[in-house]
């Protein structure tokens, strides 16, 4: 399947498709160990909501992407969240250094075999990534690991949860 149709599959699968907290916590904890800085994202509608990570882990900073002048930034929440780009909600607070953030959880709607991922289609992520030397993770379930060939500027994902 090419990018376009791996992404219109994928957003009509996951609209069924629910996650267990308690699976996801279980698989998510050893990449959490020491970490500082973990960035998450505000979800989308049938999007998989790590928010509630923060409940779980106080010892961590959790951080949110923002788009400003076209790119993706990492900001802590500040007073909270507003609607940004896309009709996304955006926190308000500081912007963290890339080089602070121990740990990146990306957003995906599909991954392939080689832990490349098929977001949106902007390419925010993949640019942001493209030299970042922390790790990155995504969590997805089984039915959205598919069969798609990864084009030059995407980043491969140092690893995945596959649940």
């Known amino acids: 399947m090419d990018k376009a149709s791996v992404r219109a599959y994928a957003l009509r699968l996951r609209k069924g498709i629910a996650y267990d907290k308690e699976e996801i916590l279980n698989?998510?904890?050893p990449y959490l160990n020491n970490k500082k800085i973990?960035?998450?994202y505000y979800p989308l509608p049938f999007e998989l909501d790590l928010r509630f990570l923060e409940e779980y882990f106080k010892n961590i900073e959790f951080v949110y992407p923002a788009i400003i002048e076209d790119k993706i930034v990492f900001r802590k929440?500040?007073?909270g969240f507003l609607e940004g780009m896309y009709h996304i909600l955006e926190p308000q607070g500081q912007i963290i250094e890339k080089e602070e953030i121990d740990l990146i959880?990306?957003?995906m709607l599909a991954i392939?075999?080689?832990n490349y991922r098929v977001g949106y289609g902007k390419g925010y992520y993949d640019n942001y990534l493209h030299d970042y030397k922390g790790m990155t993770l995504g969590i997805i379930k089984a039915s959205l690991l598919l069969d798609f060939k990864e084009e030059e500027h995407d980043v491969r994902l140092k690893d995945v949860i596959i649940l």
């Open 38 to 40: 973990v960035a998450i």
């Open 27 to 29: 698989q998510i904890s």
């Open 77 to 79: 929440k500040g007073k």
């Open 112 to 114: 392939n075999k080689d």
């Open 105 to 107: 959880i990306v957003p």
